[in-house]
């Protein structure tokens, strides 16, 4: 079973950015599809990006494109988030999921495993 373990979170200037890495371990890191969600205070956990297994397929939650991108390297068994951009409505719990194929990007229920969070937090 892998294991996933973030980091980079921290606290951050409105307009200001951030990369978040995640390092799964155990099976092979390139087999699984990886997202980032977030869930904000109060509110429920919400997508934010996915990439398959190469790298080349991503998808992004509309609050989020242009400003975030998501992107792994098979060889370092780190995917990341870059955050540009940041506004204060960004300030949540990141999470890093892990799914095999077969899943769809952007749908919570289809990821296995999941880290434990990074905080993140934007002031205005």
């Known amino acids: 079973q892998v294991q996933l373990v973030e980091s980079g979170g921290g606290l951050v200037q409105a307009g200001g950015s951030l990369r978040l890495s995640c390092a799964p371990s155990?099976?092979?890191?390139?087999?699984?599809?990886m997202g980032w969600f977030r869930q904000p205070p109060g509110k429920e956990r919400e997508f934010v990006a996915g990439v398959g297994r190469t790298g080349v397929f991503k998808v992004y939650a509309d609050s989020v494109k242009g400003r975030f991108t998501i992107s792994r390297d098979n060889a370092k068994n780190t995917v990341y988030l870059q955050m540009n951009s940041l506004k204060a409505e960004d300030t949540a719990v990141y999470y890093c999921a892990a799914q095999e194929a077969g899943g769809r990007l952007e749908v919570m229920r289809d990821y296995k495993v999941w880290g434990q969070g990074t905080q993140v937090t934007v002031s205005s």
């Open positions: 155990g099976r092979t890191f390139s087999n699984y599809l």
